[in-house]
């Protein structure tokens, strides 16, 4: 299975960014997509995840300001990132699982915001 993410980059305190993740390569659906992030120093961290079905959970931190979406036919998930702050920055990884046990990781897109 691979995770491929894109539109990472450097945006001003206040801007967007909008990430996307391709997944490929599994016969079994991905019941559960996402987005984790980690900044220098600290853990990876949950910042948001959408089931098949639409359920979805946003850490505290992102909520009002982020918003995850996928395309179940394509094996996509987005994150739109409004209002950014310079605490956003990370690495965001995205996520895919098809079951407990099969969890699959992108290689990490580097988003930057300068104050």
């Known amino acids: 299975v691979q995770l491929v993410e894109s539109g990472g980059g450097l945006v001003q305190a206040g801007g967007s960014l909008r990430l996307s993740c391709a997944a490929s390569?599994?016969?079994?659906?991905?019941?559960?997509m996402g987005w984790y992030r980690q900044a220098p120093g600290k853990q990876r961290e949950l910042v948001a995840i959408i089931s098949r079905g639409g359920g979805i959970n946003y850490a505290e931190a992102v909520k009002g300001r982020f918003a995850i979406s996928r395309e179940n036919a394509k094996n996509e998930v987005y994150l739109q990132m409004n209002s950014l702050t310079p605490e956003d920055t990370a690495v965001y990884y995205c996520?895919?699982?098809?079951?407990?046990?099969?969890?699959?990781w992108g290689q990490g897109t580097q988003v930057t915001v300068s104050s």
């Open positions: 390569g599994s016969t079994f659906s991905f019941i559960v």
């Open positions: 996520h895919a699982s098809t079951s407990l046990s099969n969890i699959y």
